[in-house]
């Protein structure tokens, strides 16, 4: 009798096995081709936030603007104290005393002082470009490394007749490594120990200056180069930075390293004035960020971006009394950030003295004008008038300078934009700019100062608007492109999952041919290679970057291949119209409860408390849900609810995890505990119905005492974890046998559970145990005890499934099991997915995110505790460094992975339809995040948008190489729902 087949054909058994094969050979091609294209197109669309938001700022061909003035000053020196907070600084310590009282003394006598405001990343490196370059240096330059120089770019040094640096191998090289005017040098990568206390830094690098200027005494040559004009005195103080990092700024550590810069600056002043004694030396004292109160740095927060600035000497005002409406002087700052405008604080005993604020890119054009040099080429700084002491024409002049040599930046990107577009647009406000600079012209030489200032201010303003014009000049046409590529990513996606995974083939096409195989239309390949071919013409001929080529091609490539669907796409609106309407309600309510999840997923990366309560009303709606079907005395309902809110207890918890060394102890217990229970479990379950499908004792470990082995590692971890903490707050080293047994612990932990039992319930108590001892020695405080809480609730999610499992109790025949399919490309013993298995990407979608802020990890370059890796390494490594927090962070999603996937093989669904309907989620997500990235506002809520998508779209790569990962550990995973279908397949 001949077989029916899935389709209700007639086919042989020998010809259904080829279709089989074919179908499954289709398969496999057509995924790997589907994965590498969703690896490029989120790796290429998310460099997309560089070009429109990040695009380098930096444009060549300008000539400096030399101001018409004689200079006030003859040398400068910078001072950057790296890290030191604004607060830090000005503030009082415990018995009153201020910490600075030379730089006090300088601010209540003879100088000026303010609040210099950083933009984010508040990193070294772009603070001191901001600093020394007058600009703030496109960020994507992280990618390329933070201590090379990337692109090249124009600095107060470059412009000096000669510049003396001395301080950190990670800043100094950076403007003085090609500069053959300079004299520098710098300690070695060894010193910089987070081990030690980093003050002695500080004074290495005024050693070092001290020791040129002694020398200068006796070598007339060296005397002859120092006693020139325009010259540069640059010392980087690391140590507040290194301090603040290893001891936090709330420190004693740290706060004694303050009064070190102090006085450091006292020295330098002491030396430089006893040296010339011509009082033609100005002097700034400054720092790139600040330090968090856990110490980090990299996002917008205030105690990150505000910074001290305290100028004084030649050409430099001398303090005057505040008045009553003071808030901040001179230009309006660029930023809008709400910290500008808050009064000054009491504690700090500065509020009857005059404060003048500045963004950071301001301190460049100070510099330059004090030493009469042109500004930075391609500085957006605006000259802080209240800092400079000059006579009103002198003023203008400067002013006027600075505004011309934005002015030409501007010019110069409004011709290079002109030169390479078919139909430009120019910036109107500025098109008669020439009359406006003849008219300032005019009023200076005919004495008019005051009306020639506020039109080269306005100028000024305008050229920074211009500036800002032009750099997002192709922002339309790049969102557009992004957003249709996205959309075109994800139709491609769900027409993929209906064709492979779902019944639908075999319900609307009437070949099976047809399901596997595609007459691809010529004439719609043939479009699409003509409208591709058209877009790289007209962006060849506009000179456009190589990114945009790639961002084009993608987009249409995406919809050439939708609109080659088109017989599917026919035959499924024939079939979804021939439907009752109860289908349509059915699929359009799965559509809007997964929508609004992940919407609130969405809000919950500036909300962390919406998980709370998603876990407080999902631990009390479930038990209900199962309630009927399984009875309170399996204990399943009551672990589900106590799982899932004591999961909910942790984004309550300070986003600043607070360090707590016995709580990491004894998390380490209660993972054991946790572990011994599923354990017992898993000896003492066999006959019990409930969990008919989690317990297969068929399988057994490699080694009998596995357990005994993975719990005595838990244990002598959270015992390492104790002892290496002790000997770093001693102030003592980090033992290298402590080293060496922290590292072979989380080596060996690790690779255990390839050894465990093969049936669901004992792999991932393996997993679970194995993953602990790494994690604990990178814990510092309440992320420990989370661990456990994910783990617990991850079980919780596997229990609900095999609930509904049991309530199904699926008993199918081959021929029904095939019939149901509708297709023969699944795997041996997978089913078709159908509407309602969408729970399970959206379940994994929430625990994915949980993985994430459940420890108060903020959307944030600030979140990275680098204090985590003190019991592996306190040797100033950064890819090391980098490396074990990233791994720290990999951890629960790596549990999570691992539960997802026991889960596909426990209810029978194929692992990679579901993933792709996981990318699918993700990139709903990622399109709302495209849209709420900001260009205006404070920099700290434009940082955090960009950072939220960087998040979301990296999601899908982590996914990938997650689950990658995870395979080892997952796909020997049996469960007793597989066995029953293989069974009856054989």
């Given at each position: 009798?001949?077989?029916?087949?899935i389709l209700g054909?007639?086919?042989?058994?020998?010809t259904?096995s080829?279709?089989r094969i074919r179908?499954?050979?289709?398969?496999?091609?057509?995924?790997i081709?589907?994965?590498a294209?969703?690896?490029?197109?989120?790796?290429?669309?998310?460099?997309?936030?560089?070009?429109?938001y990040?695009k380098?700022p930096?444009?060549?061909?300008?000539?400096p603007v030399?101001?018409r003035?004689?200079p006030p000053?003859?040398?400068?020196v910078?001072?950057?104290a790296?890290g030191?907070?604004?607060?830090?600084?000005?503030?009082?310590?415990?018995d009153?005393?201020?910490r600075?009282?030379?730089?006090r003394s300088?601010?209540?006598?003879?100088?000026?002082?303010?609040?210099?405001h950083?933009?984010?990343?508040?990193?070294s490196?772009?603070?001191?470009?901001?600093?020394?370059?007058?600009?703030?240096?496109?960020p994507?330059?992280?990618?390329?490394g933070?201590?090379a120089?990337?692109v090249?770019?124009?600095?107060?040094?470059?412009k000096?007749?000669h510049?003396?640096?001395y301080?950190?191998p990670?800043?100094?090289?950076?403007f003085?490594?090609?500069?053959?005017?300079?004299?520098?040098n710098?300690y070695?990568h060894e010193?910089?120990?987070?081990?030690?206390?980093a003050?002695?830094?500080d004074e290495?690098?005024?050693?070092?200056?001290?020791s040129i200027?002694?020398?200068s005494r006796?070598?007339?040559?060296?005397k002859?180069?120092i006693?020139q004009?325009?010259i540069?005195?640059?010392?980087?103080?690391?140590g507040?930075d290194?301090n603040g990092?290893?001891h936090?700024?709330?420190?004693?550590?740290?706060?004694?390293n303050?009064?070190?810069v102090?006085?450091i600056?006292e020295?330098?002043?002491?030396l430089?004035?006893d040296y010339?004694?011509?009082?033609q030396?100005?002097?700034i004292?400054?720092?790139d960020h600040?330090?968090s109160?856990?110490?980090?740095h990299?996002d917008g927060?205030?105690?990150?971006?505000?910074t001290?600035?305290?100028?004084?000497g030649a050409?430099v005002?001398?303090?005057?009394p505040?008045s009553?409406?003071?808030?901040d002087?001179?230009e309006r700052?660029?930023?809008?950030?709400?910290m500008?405008d808050?009064?000054t604080?009491?504690?700090?005993?500065?509020?009857?003295?005059?404060?003048v604020?500045?963004n950071?890119?301001?301190?460049?054009p100070?510099?330059s004008t004090?030493?009469?040099?042109?500004?930075?080429?391609n500085?957006?700084?605006?000259?802080?008038?209240?800092?400079?002491?000059?006579?009103?024409g002198?003023?203008?002049?400067a002013?006027?300078?600075n505004?011309?040599?934005?002015l030409s930046?501007?010019?110069?990107?409004?011709?290079?934009k002109?030169?390479?577009s078919?139909r430009?647009k120019?910036?109107?406000?500025l098109?008669?700019?020439?009359?406006?600079?003849?008219?300032i012209?005019?009023?200076?030489?005919s004495?008019?100062?005051?009306h020639?200032m506020?039109?080269s201010?306005?100028?000024?303003?305008?050229?920074?608007?211009g500036?800002?014009?032009f750099?997002?000049?192709d922002?339309f046409?790049?969102m557009?492109?992004?957003?249709l590529?996205?959309?075109?990513?994800m139709?491609c996606?769900?027409?993929?999952?209906?064709?492979?995974?779902?019944?639908?083939?075999?319900?609307i096409?009437r070949?099976?041919?047809?399901v596997?195989?595609r007459d691809?239309?010529?004439?719609?390949y043939?479009?699409?290679?003509?409208?591709?071919?058209?877009?790289?013409?007209?962006l060849?001929?506009?000179?456009?970057?190589p990114?945009y080529?790639a961002?084009?091609a993608?987009t249409?490539f995406?919809?050439?291949?939708?609109?080659?669907e088109?017989r599917f796409?026919?035959?499924?609106?024939?079939?979804l119209?021939?439907?009752?309407?109860?289908h349509?309600?059915?699929?359009s309510?799965?559509?809007?409860?997964s929508?609004?999840?992940?919407?609130?997923?969405?809000?919950?990366?500036?909300?962390?408390i919406?998980?709370?309560?998603?876990f407080?009303?999902v631990?009390?709606i479930?038990?209900?849900?199962?309630?009927?079907?399984i009875?309170?005395k399996?204990?399943?309902p009551i672990f589900?609810?106590l799982?899932?809110?004591?999961l909910s207890?942790f984004t309550?918890?300070?986003a600043?995890?607070p360090?707590n060394?016995?709580?990491?102890t004894?998390s380490?217990?209660?993972i054991v505990?946790?572990g011994g229970v599923?354990?017992?479990?898993?000896l003492?379950?066999?006959?019990?119905?409930?969990w008919?499908?989690?317990?297969?004792?068929?399988?057994q470990p490699?080694?009998?005492?596995?357990?005994?082995?993975q719990?005595?590692l838990?244990?002598?971890?959270s015992?390492?974890?104790?002892?290496?903490t002790?000997?770093r707050t001693?102030?003592?080293e980090?033992?290298a046998?402590?080293?060496?047994?922290n590292?072979?612990?989380?080596?060996?932990?690790?690779?255990?559970?390839?050894?465990s039992?093969t049936?669901?319930?004992?792999?991932?108590?393996?997993?679970?145990l194995?993953?602990?001892?790494?994690?604990?020695?990178?814990?510092?405080?309440?992320?420990?005890v989370?661990?456990?809480?994910?783990?617990?609730?991850?079980?919780?999610?596997?229990l609900?499934?095999?609930?509904?499992?049991?309530?199904k109790?699926p008993?199918?025949?081959?021929?029904?099991?095939?019939?149901?399919?509708?297709n023969?490309?699944?795997?041996?013993?997978?089913?078709?997915l159908?509407?309602?298995d969408m729970?399970?990407?959206?379940v994994?979608?929430?625990f994915?995110?949980?993985?994430f802020?459940?420890t108060?990890?903020?959307a944030?370059?600030?979140?990275f505790e680098?204090s985590?890796v003190?019991r592996?390494?306190?040797?100033?490594?950064?890819?090391?460094?980098?490396?074990?927090?990233i791994?720290?962070?990999?951890?629960?999603f790596?549990?999570?992975i691992?539960?997802f996937s026991a889960i596909?093989?426990?209810?029978r669904?194929p692992?990679l339809?579901?993933?792709?309907?996981?990318?699918l989620?993700?990139?709903v997500m990622?399109i709302?995040?495209?849209?709420l990235?900001?260009?205006?506002?404070?920099w700290?809520?434009?940082?955090n948008?960009?950072?939220?998508?960087?998040?979301?779209?990296?999601?899908?790569?982590?996914?990938?190489?997650l689950?990658a990962?995870?395979?080892?550990?997952t796909?020997?995973?049996?469960t007793h729902?597989?066995k029953r279908?293989?069974?009856?397949?054989m």
């Open positions: 009798m001949e077989d029916q087949g054909l007639g086919v042989k058994p020998r259904q080829a279709a179908g499954r050979r289709w398969l496999k091609g057509r995924e081709w589907l994965v294209l969703g690896i490029v197109l989120h790796a290429v669309y998310m460099l997309s936030i560089f070009d429109i990040f380098s930096i444009v060549h061909g300008m000539d030399s101001p003035f004689t000053a003859k040398r400068l910078l001072l950057v790296d030191l907070r604004a607060d830090k600084f000005f503030e009082p310590d415990s009153g005393n201020y600075a009282p030379f730089l300088v601010i209540k006598g003879q100088g000026r002082w303010g609040v210099s950083a933009r984010p990343p508040t990193e490196r772009p603070g001191h470009v901001a600093i020394i370059a007058g600009f703030y240096e496109d994507s330059a992280v990618t390329k933070w201590k120089n990337p090249e770019f124009d600095s107060v040094f470059n000096s007749r510049t003396f640096s301080g950190s990670d800043i100094v090289p950076i003085c490594g090609a500069l053959p005017h300079s004299s520098w710098t070695p010193y910089e120990d987070f081990a030690t206390d003050s002695f830094l290495w690098s005024f050693d070092q200056f001290k200027v002694n020398r006796e070598e007339p040559e060296l002859q180069l006693q004009d325009q540069v005195i640059f010392l980087h103080l690391l507040c290194s990092h290893a936090r700024p709330y420190s004693s550590i740290y706060l004694n303050v009064k070190v102090d006085r600056a020295g330098v002043y002491n430089l004035e010339f004694k011509d009082n030396t100005a002097y004292f400054t720092a600040g330090m109160d856990k110490g980090s990299g927060h205030w105690s990150n971006t505000d001290p600035l305290v100028a004084w050409g005002k001398h303090p005057r505040a009553n409406n003071h808030q002087h001179g700052f660029v930023d809008e950030h709400d500008h808050t009064p604080p009491t504690d700090w005993g500065l509020s009857n003295i005059e404060r604020d500045v950071q890119a301001d301190i460049a100070l510099m004090l030493l009469g040099l042109p500004c930075p080429v500085s957006v700084g605006s000259l802080p008038l209240d800092y400079i002491d000059l006579d009103k002198n003023e203008v002049e002013v006027l300078a505004t011309k040599q934005i930046q501007f010019l110069r990107k409004s011709q290079l002109q030169s390479n078919f430009f120019p910036f109107e406000p098109a008669h700019y020439t009359s406006i600079l003849d008219h012209e005019s009023l200076i030489s004495g008019d100062y005051e020639a506020e039109l201010k306005n100028l000024r303003s305008l050229a920074l608007e500036l800002h014009y750099q997002t000049y922002w046409m790049l557009t492109v992004i957003i590529g996205y959309i075109g990513w139709l996606l769900i027409i993929h999952v209906l064709q492979s995974y779902t019944s639908l083939p075999g319900k096409l070949k099976v041919e047809e596997f195989t691809r239309p010529s004439k719609v043939l479009c699409g290679s003509l409208i591709m071919a058209s877009i790289f013409v007209v060849y001929l506009e000179h456009s970057p990114l080529h961002y084009s993608m249409v995406l919809w050439t291949n939708i609109f080659s088109y796409l026919r035959a499924l609106w024939r079939f119209r021939a439907k009752e309407s109860f349509f309600i059915e699929l309510a799965t559509c809007v409860v929508v609004i999840v992940l919407e609130f997923l969405v809000r919950s990366f500036t909300q962390r919406i998980y709370t309560w998603c407080l009303i631990g009390v479930t038990p209900f849900y199962l309630f009927k079907s009875p309170w399996s204990g399943i589900l609810w799982s899932c809110w004591f207890v309550l918890m300070p600043e995890i360090d060394t016995v709580l990491v004894i380490g217990v209660i505990v946790i599923s354990r017992y479990l898993d003492h379950t066999k006959d019990n119905k409930y008919l499908y989690l317990i297969n004792h068929d399988s490699s080694f009998p005492m596995l357990f005994h082995l719990a005595l838990v244990g002598l971890s015992v390492l974890v104790y002892l290496s002790s000997h001693e102030k003592r980090l033992l046998l402590h080293q060496t047994m590292w072979s612990i989380a080596g060996l932990s690790m690779v255990l559970p390839l050894f039992a049936d669901l319930l004992s792999r991932l108590t393996s997993i679970f194995g993953f602990a001892p790494p994690f604990l020695l990178l814990s510092i405080g309440y992320e420990a989370f661990y456990g809480a994910l783990g617990l609730a991850l079980f919780g999610w596997i609900f499934e095999n609930a509904l499992l049991y309530v109790k008993k199918k025949s081959l021929s029904s099991f095939e019939t149901e399919n509708g023969i490309i699944l795997e041996e013993g997978d089913r078709c159908k509407l309602f729970r399970i990407p959206i994994f979608m929430v994915f995110n949980i993985a802020f459940g108060g990890n903020f944030s370059i600030a979140s680098i985590s003190y592996f390494i306190t040797i100033f490594s950064p890819f090391l460094m980098a490396a074990l927090l791994f720290k962070l990999f951890i629960p790596m549990l999570v691992c539960a596909t093989k426990l209810v669904v692992r339809g579901c993933y792709f309907l996981v990318i989620c993700s990139d990622t709302h995040f495209f849209f990235v900001k260009n205006t506002g404070s700290m809520e434009i940082g948008s960009i950072s939220h998508f960087g998040i979301v779209s990296a999601q899908v790569v982590f996914v990938l190489l689950f990962l995870t395979n080892v550990y796909k020997d995973i049996q729902s597989a279908v293989s069974r009856k397949t």
